[in-house]
DNA sequence: GACGACGTTTACGTAAACGTAAAGCCGCAT
DNA sequence: ATGCGGCTTTACGTTTACGTAAACGTCGTC
C-alpha cells in the first residue's frame, strides 16, 4: 500500500522517523542510536516501547555525527549539546561557560584546519614522488622490450 | 656540564634523540611512543637496550600526531606510512596502491573540510544567541537596580 | 656507594564506542 | 495462526589506544 517515498510519519504536524529509518539515513546501526541516547545525545519520545524520533532529534544525530568525523569524543559533544539546550533560562555563569568551550574547540577547529594543510602539502610530495617513480617503471618497461628485438 | 640547550646527541652527524626527549617535545609520554613502535609507526635504532631515535623517528612520530588529531586511527597511518617507506623499490601495483589510498585520505580531509565550515557556522548561531542572552541579563539587571531606588 | 633520574620489559587494567547474541513483544500479510 | 520484519531490553564481548604497576639495569653525582 505504501510506497518506498513514505517513510516516517505525521505526527500533530511534525515528521517523525523510526530508529532503523534515522539509521539508514546516516548509516549507522540502531545499536549506535540508542548508544547515543543512553549518552545523552539524544531523547526520542516514546510510544509504548518504541522511539519515536522527531526532527529536533534527527539534527542531533547530524551535529553528533558530524563531531565524530572531527575527531571529537561523545562527552565532548553532549557538553556543548547539552549547554546550548539549556540555554533559554541559563544564567549568566552558564552562558559564559558555554562561550568559553566554544571558543576553545574553535580553537581546536582551527588547528585541525592547519593539519590538513600541511597534511594536504605532505600528500602531494607523494602524490609526485609515486607518479615519477611509476613513469620509471613505465620507461623500464619500454626499454626491456626493446631489448627483446 | 651541559646546558638546557644542549639536548640530544650528536651521532655521524645525525641528530639523535632519547624517548624521554621526543616525548617532551611533542606532549606524550614515553608509554605512548613505545606503543607506536609496537605498531610499528616508529622504529628507533637501540643503543644497547636504550631506543636512540634519529630525525626520521621524529618526523614520523609529529606525522602521527598529526593524523590522530584529524581522527585517523593509527592503523590507517600506519598503511600510508609503510608504503611511503617502500616506495624506493616497490612495484607498479603498490605504487598505484598508494596513490589509491592517498586518493581516499584527500577525499576524507575534504569532508572534514566541510564539516568545520558548517560546525563554525553553528557555533556561530550559538555564540550569537548566548551573547544575545547575556545582554538582556545585563538589561535585567540595570532594571532592578533602578526599583529599588 | 647510595641515590635519583632515566631507561627497559612484561603484563594486567581501563575508557570509549560500539558489536553481538539471546529472548521477547508487536503489527500485519499470507 | 503463524511466520516475518522490525522494534525492545539485557548483558557480555571486542577493539583501540594507551595507563599503570612491578621489577630491574645504568648512568652521573654528591
Redesign the pocket.
Given at each position: 500500500?505504501n510506497d518506498a517515498l513514505d517513510r516516517g510519519s505525521l505526527q500533530g504536524n511534525q515528521r517523525t522517523y523510526?530508529?532503523?529509518?534515522l539509521a539508514k539515513m546516516f548509516e549507522?546501526?540502531?545499536?549506535?542510536i540508542?548508544?547515543y541516547e543512553q549518552?545523552g545525545l539524544v531523547s526520542p519520545l516514546r510510544q509504548?516501547?518504541?522511539?519515536i524520533y522527531r526532527d529536533k532529534d534527527r539534527v542531533r544525530l547530524k551535529l553528533t555525527l558530524r563531531g565524530?568525523r572531527l575527531g571529537f569524543?561523545?562527552?565532548e559533544i553532549r557538553e556543548v549539546v547539552l549547554m546550548y539546550d539549556a540555554m533559554p533560562g541559563g544564567d549568566a555563569l552558564q552562558l559564559k561557560r558555554l562561550l568559553e568551550i566554544i571558543a576553545e574547540k574553535r580553537s581546536e577547529l582551527d588547528r585541525q584546519l592547519e593539519d590538513i594543510r600541511l597534511m594536504r602539502l605532505e600528500m602531494d610530495h607523494v602524490v609526485q614522488r609515486a607518479q615519477e617513480a611509476l613513469s620509471q617503471l613505465g620507461q623500464q618497461e619500454k626499454q626491456e622490450k626493446q631489448e627483446q628485438i
Open positions: 500500500m523510526t530508529i532503523g529509518e549507522v546501526t540502531p545499536r549506535t540508542r548508544f549518552e509504548g516501547q518504541k522511539r565524530k569524543s561523545l562527552a
